[in-house]
């Protein structure tokens, strides 16, 4: 048995240094793991390319969708007023992806005029006369958040606009556009567009 411990004390007395090279490969392996995944991820983040550009852009527009989207479908799942795709599309038209002043300032995504609960404030807008492009200043909507100004948007596109349970969003497209919800001649085929680029139906058959 004597015999026995001291062999066992031997081979550990022998591996305590083999077993510190290991740990030191091991940890120093880790840092360089670590060190490379950090440089290949600043890698990824700078904008070298027009790939990259692209690929940030991208990136934008589907955080934007997923925006619209869920309260879209939600309010549509309410009151079964405006197809959600219909929705988004409008939104990203008439917000330009969510840079516009208008939807950064009144959550207003969708141009739309006038007040609510009597908040409203004066903007710059485009609008077409007689074929031709001019600016003008008019006052907007302001809402307290995005699903409030979905809810009102979808109420007014319903009463005046659409009638409301449309499933057809060409349909509804070239309604809003017959009914004079944009000044714009093409805004029915940017609606459309919009919708079938980024396949948005996808939204109006969610459960």
Known sequence: ??????????????????IFVIALIVIGGGFWVRGLLDHVSRTADQPTTQSSQLSATQLK??????????????????????????????????????????????????????????QTKLYPTAEVYNGKRVMINDYFRVYPNLQAAIVDHDTVVADKFVPAGTTDYAVAARALQNNGYATDPNYAAKVIHVIDAYRLTRFDTTQ
């Open 61 to 118: 527009q589907r955080r934007f969708i997923r925006k619209l989207a869920t309260p879209a479908v939600r309010v549509y799942h309410a009151n079964r007023q405006v197809l959600p795709s219909i929705v988004i599309a409008q939104a990203i038209i008439e917000s330009s992806w969510g840079d516009s002043q208008l939807f950064k300032e009144a959550n207003n995504p969708f141009g739309m005029k006038g007040s609510y609960n009597g």
């Open 1 to 18: 048995m004597a015999n026995k411990k001291r062999q066992i004390k031997k081979f550990q007395q022998s591996a305590a240094p083999i």
